[in-house]
Every structure is written in C-alpha cells, then in structure tokens.
C-alpha cells in the first residue's frame, strides 16, 4: 500500500502499525541485495508503531491522527537521526552517531512516521547513480544490473521495491527527480526554503533541499505537509504559514470540469528541454504524457530556455565551491574519521581527510578551492553566479507565458552499473534538465510516464514557480488519476 491508502487501512484499524512496519522489516531483508538500506533500525521502529497504535487505542469519541500516524518510512542517510548512526554515504562519517536530529526528521516523527532506518545514498549527495556511495551501490528494483539513479539512491529504490511506501531525499541538482525518474515513483524538490535544512549534512547549501519520494503525488503531498514549515534554525527556511499540500493538490481549477480538471492550465515546453539528442524513448513517453495532459484540458505553448546547457558548468563550479568549504568541518578533529597514525597535526588533518573521502568527493573539493582562489575567483566563481542570475531570469520569462514547464527529467533510462566508467563528465552531462530549476530556486516534481529501452521508467519532469508545489502536486495528481504508470511495480517486487 502506498502512504493515503495505509494510513485510510490503519485509521480502519484493517492492521496495526506494528504489523506493517514487521512485514516491511521483512521484506527489507528478503531484498537485502539491492543495497537500500545501510542502517535498519528495527526495535526502534517496532517500538515507535507499537506507540502510535497504544494512541490509536485510547482516542477518545471524534479524535483522529494524522494522515502519516504509524506510516513506515525511511530516511536518506544524509539527515542526521538520534539512534540511528548517520554516514552521508562516507566512510568519513561510517559509525557517526549525531547529538541530534534534523528538523524533517524530527517533524515526520512528531507526525506519527515511524522510521525503519537510513537509506543509502551517493557520498555527501555528490552523484547520479548512488555508486558513489562507500558502503557499494543501490541495485535498481526494475533491472538490478542498472544504478536506481541518485543520489537519493536507496530511498528510490527502497520505494519502488515497495519496501518502503514513502522516504525522504534530497535534491541540490536532481537527486530526488532524477532517481525517482530513474526508478518509476514519484518525487518532489520543493522551493529552496520550503523544508528546513537543519541537520541535513550539507553538500551545497544554496542548493541543498529536501522532499519525498513516494509512489504518487498524493503521497508525496501528504509527506511534504509534514515536513516543510519555518525553522529559526536554518537561517534560510522560507517564513511562511505552515501549508497543506494535500488540499492544495485537491483544490479544483477555476473553470475546471470532472472530464477536464487540467482546464486552463498551461504548460510550457521549453524547447532546449527536447534536442536532437534526447533519446528516443524518453522523448516518446514524455510526448505521450503530455498528450494524455492535453486530453485533461491542459494547453502545450513553446517557451524557451536558452541558458539551459550553461546550467551544467554553472552548477559544477557553484555546487564544488560550496561543498569545498562545507567539507572542511571534516578535519578529524571534533568528529569523522581521524587517521590512525600521523606525525604532526597537518600531517592528522591531511591523512586523515585522504583516508575518509572518496574520489569523486575529492574530485570536487580540488574544483571547489580552485575556482574560489585568488585569481581565478572572478572567471570562474563569480562569472558563474552572474549566469545562475540570468537562467533564474530566464525561467521568470517563461513563467509569463505558462503556468507549468514540462519536459523529461533525464536524457537516458537509468544506465548500467559501471557504465559510465571512470568519466564523471559524463554523469555531470546527464543531469543538464534538473539543474536549471536547481540554480534557479524552483520546485520541480518527476512524474512517472511510461517506460523506454529495456522496460525501464521514464519520468516526466513539470517545474513550477516559486512555492507553487500545489499546482504541481494538482496537475500530477490529475494525470495519476487517469493513467497507472505509478501504480506499476517492477517484476518480483509486486
Ligand atoms: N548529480 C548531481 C551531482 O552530482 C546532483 C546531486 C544532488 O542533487 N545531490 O551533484
């Protein structure tokens, strides 16, 4: 069951949530080779259901809980958790046990989530295939030679296995739209601010944001209320009246009717966003999709987005900057891991950090410094936040003519592991249409669309403008209730 339908059987009192967090436990063992998970947790998670079924037994006459009471999730080891150890996929962080929790963990949990534990995930959230990660890669669920994408990795893979109805990701280039894409579920970035960044282990922090992952967007909309709101502990979070996604998502168009809830709406196509290169079974499912949201009264206009290429050397020298000097807490000292043998304290400082980081985390600390160094700081850094401007800009124009982008989330189907070899290039290329709404701030959702080469899924990207995650999650939630690619489940894992 997925997040709406087990919280309607639970509040049924159909089964406890006890119950369902031992069959997932379960299963999550079962399907221990997909490499989901990094930490299960199961007499936390045994213990926090049989809680919220000992309230659900004492409510008084009218009382109910929440949407999300005794709901079995898990978290992307990126968000640092009480009990559970928190790794960000490093063995920088392998066996850190954090003080705290992060703010979304902690406001699913006063929601009544239950947590089984940490999901794998790309080292620091730097990559696309979660085979970045140090604990081994995420095998994806519809064909286990290919990567589940990233660097929400396991939480995608964890969902689309249904081992999990719903999880938590992070996006700071794509990593909730791209491995949703990748895996066939459905997954939302929200507007940068929307949810708080405290205690998600920082990669870039101006880009850094939380969402869901889940199997539909009305799922994602009951998790995404949970966890979104101001919080005065993260300087940046968005000051606003706490928001119901799920009524948001419910709430009828001006001018709609039963047959054609999409009436009106308009939806952009920029037409970067559809090269000659674009493969052509992803150009073919999304082309589908977008006629089956014409059927549902929406309107196609061409738009443009004409920095879209420069979004990826925009972003690799924005996202490295930030990470080089967000990673330099990582010094063996306070916490992380601290090197065995050392004679002096640079010597500790340097070993240790070469011994704890992986290539591709290196790979961007070395950019990062460089292009923040005195004399290359103007050309590089600066010239880059200049561009990040404009294709924010830019998306302000499109924004004039339509209500909606849309467009694939990926070039490809999710690839072979291995196959991108020792190229990072070619995994940077590849994130080209989830970085603009990156760089510019904007929430972007990645809806399952049909499926491509191999049988893999495709999803299709819609980008909306800033804190419209409503009208998103609506005409998402209007394309789910006339198709089914959502509700598929990969072979041996229905
Ligand atoms: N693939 C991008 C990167 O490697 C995005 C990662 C992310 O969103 N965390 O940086």
């Not at 205690?199 to 939380?210: K, R, Y």
């Not at 990926?410 to 989830?434: C, M």
């Amino acid at each position: 069951m997925g997040v709406a339908a087990l919280g309607r059987a639970l509040a049924a009192r159909e089964l406890s949530s006890a119950e369902a967090v031992q069959a997932l436990l379960a299963r999550a063992q079962v399907h221990q080779n997909l490499g989901a998970y990094l930490h299960v947790d199961a007499d936390a998670a045994l213990a926090a259901a049989r809680a919220v079924d000992g309230r659900r037994a004492n409510l008084g006459k009218g009382e109910t809980l929440g949407p999300l009471a005794g709901v079995p999730i898990a978290h992307k080891d990126i968000f640092v958790t009480t009990g559970a150890p928190t790794t960000a996929g490093s063995k920088m962080l392998a066996g850190y046990a954090s003080p705290f929790a992060a703010t979304v963990v902690e406001r699913l949990a006063a929601a009544g989530a239950v947590s089984l534990g940490k999901l794998n995930c790309d080292e620091f959230a730097m990559g696309s295939s979660n085979e970045n990660s140090a604990f081994g890669p995420t095998r994806n669920p519809w064909d286990v030679t290919r990567v589940p994408g990233g660097s929400s990795g396991g939480s995608a893979a964890a969902v689309a296995a249904r081992l999990l109805p719903a999880a938590t990701g992070t996006d700071t280039g794509g990593s909730i739209r791209q491995p949703a894409s990748f895996s066939g579920i459905t997954g939302i970035k929200p507007t940068y601010g929307v949810c708080s960044r405290w205690g998600m282990v920082a990669f870039a922090s101006s880009l850094d944001q939380a969402g869901p992952l889940a199997r539909s967007a009305e799922d994602c909309a009951l998790l995404l209320s949970a966890m979104s709101g101001f919080d005065a502990r993260d300087a940046t979070s968005a000051e606003r009246p706490p928001q119901d996604f799920h009524a948001q998502m419910l709430a009828a168009r001006a001018g709609a009717s039963a047959g054609k809830p999409l009436a009106g709406l308009r939806i952009g196509l920029p037409k970067e966003f559809f090269p000659a290169a674009l493969a052509a079974d992803v150009n073919g499912a999304v082309r589908a999709a977008l006629a089956e949201f014409e059927k549902l009264g929406a309107t196609l206009v061409d738009v443009s987005l004409p920095r879209t290429e420069l979004s990826i050397p925009v972003y690799y020298i924005i996202a490295p900057a930030e990470a080089s000097s967000n990673l330099s807490r990582f010094d063996g000292v306070r916490y992380g891991h601290r090197a065995a043998a050392y004679s002096d304290l640079l010597d500790m400082y340097k070993k240790s950090r070469a011994e704890g980081f992986g290539p591709e985390v290196k790979r961007r600390i070395m950019i990062g410094a460089y292009v923040l160094s005195h004399g290359y700081y103007d050309a590089y850094y600066l010239q880059a936040q200049k561009l990040r401007r404009m294709i924010a800009d830019d998306f302000q124009q499109c924004f004039r003519q339509c209500d909606v982008i849309a467009g694939p989330v990926a070039p490809t189907v999710a690839w072979k592991l291995g196959e991108q070899g020792d190229d990072p290039v070619k995994a940077y290329l590849a994130d080209i249409f989830t970085l603009p709404a990156s760089l510019a701030g904007l929430p972007g959702m990645s809806v399952p669309a049909g499926s491509g080469e191999g049988g893999m899924p495709v999803g299709l990207q819609l980008i909306g403008n800033y804190f419209r995650e409503g009208e998103l999650l609506h005409a998402a939630h209007a394309f789910q209730q006339a198709t089914d690619f959502h509700a598929r489940a990969p072979e041996g894992f229905r």
